[in-house]
């Protein structure tokens, strides 16, 4: 089973993520104030080499670029 | 004659051997028509191992509805919605962003996903809205990520809106 996301180098999880956030935007109001903050995420990580840290980078956006590597990439 | 009266004496004798076996009958044989459910969010446990009569499920490769003695199977789900008949018979119906359902062969299943909700949770006035922005998006001149992944928000969307009508 080949599906569409995967042509632009969407991983599963991030096709989740995607449909998780979609579904929390569309309940009530109510419920969606508490679901919410359950998408975001706060993730830095560093490459440490030498013994040093390298540049502290958020994984959200790092996966975004890598993403876009994939797609060219496949 | 003898040997006619004792022959007759074994055939009354058999059924009661034979109803022995049935009356020793264990706790789990007892419920053999049950499924055992659990069906788990990261933050939540909406059921926890409960017997349930029927789950019906909207696996990737179809529509399916899972009894007790299923084949065991794993199973990719779209997002949609899982109903679930209780053991009243009563059915309850939750919409499940996506995951896997898990058919054991012991009649138990885990279904687990990234978020559910019962249906009566859902705005039909939010999903008409996020519906006309991903269009916007999908047909945009935006990057080919971010019109993948207004594809996929379409696919979830235009689910929620026909199950909410």
Same mark, same amino acid.
């Given at each position: 089973m080949t599906f569409a996301w995967k042509a632009a180098g969407i991983t599963y999880n991030r096709y989740l993520a995607v449909a998780s956030r979609v579904v929390r935007r569309s309940l009530k109001e109510e419920k969606r104030l508490a679901a919410e903050?359950?998408?975001e995420s706060e993730v830095r990580f560093a490459k440490w080499s030498n013994g040093k840290p390298g540049e502290p980078k958020h994984l959200a956006e790092a996966n975004a670029q890598d993403t876009i590597t994939r797609a060219g990439g496949a | 004659m003898n040997s006619l009266r004792i022959a007759r004496a074994a055939l009354r004798v058999r059924p009661v051997a034979m109803r022995i076996p049935v009356q020793r009958r264990g706790y789990a044989e007892a419920?053999?028509?049950k499924i055992k459910l659990s069906l788990s969010l990261p933050h939540q #446990?909406?059921?926890? #191992?409960q017997s349930v009569i029927q789950v019906n499920i909207p696996a990737v490769s179809g529509e399916m509805g899972v009894l007790a003695n299923h084949v065991p199977s794993i199973e990719q789900l779209k997002p949609g919605v899982v109903e679930i008949i209780e053991e009243s018979g009563s059915s309850k119906q939750y919409f499940l962003s996506g995951g896997f359902a898990i058919v054991q062969p012991d009649s138990s299943m885990s279904i687990n996903a990234v978020e559910g909700f019962p249906l009566?949770?859902?705005?039909a006035d939010a999903v008409r809205a996020q519906i006309a922005e991903a269009q916007k998006v999908a047909s945009g001149s935006g990057s080919e990520q971010d019109i993948a992944e207004a594809k996929i928000e379409l696919e979830v969307l235009e689910t929620l809106q026909a199950v909410l009508k």
């Amino acid at each position: 089973m080949t599906f569409a996301w995967k042509a632009a180098g969407i991983t599963y999880n991030r096709y989740l993520a995607v449909a998780s956030r979609v579904v929390r935007r569309s309940l009530k109001e109510e419920k969606r104030l508490a679901a919410e903050p359950r998408g975001e995420s706060e993730v830095r990580f560093a490459k440490w080499s030498n013994g040093k840290p390298g540049e502290p980078k958020h994984l959200a956006e790092a996966n975004a670029q890598d993403t876009i590597t994939r797609a060219g990439g496949a | 004659m003898n040997s006619l009266r004792i022959a007759r004496a074994a055939l009354r004798v058999r059924p009661v051997a034979m109803r022995i076996p049935v009356q020793r009958r264990g706790y789990a044989e007892a419920v053999p028509d049950k499924i055992k459910l659990s069906l788990s969010l990261p933050h939540q #446990s909406i059921y926890k #191992s409960q017997s349930v009569i029927q789950v019906n499920i909207p696996a990737v490769s179809g529509e399916m509805g899972v009894l007790a003695n299923h084949v065991p199977s794993i199973e990719q789900l779209k997002p949609g919605v899982v109903e679930i008949i209780e053991e009243s018979g009563s059915s309850k119906q939750y919409f499940l962003s996506g995951g896997f359902a898990i058919v054991q062969p012991d009649s138990s299943m885990s279904i687990n996903a990234v978020e559910g909700f019962p249906l009566e949770d859902f705005s039909a006035d939010a999903v008409r809205a996020q519906i006309a922005e991903a269009q916007k998006v999908a047909s945009g001149s935006g990057s080919e990520q971010d019109i993948a992944e207004a594809k996929i928000e379409l696919e979830v969307l235009e689910t929620l809106q026909a199950v909410l009508k």
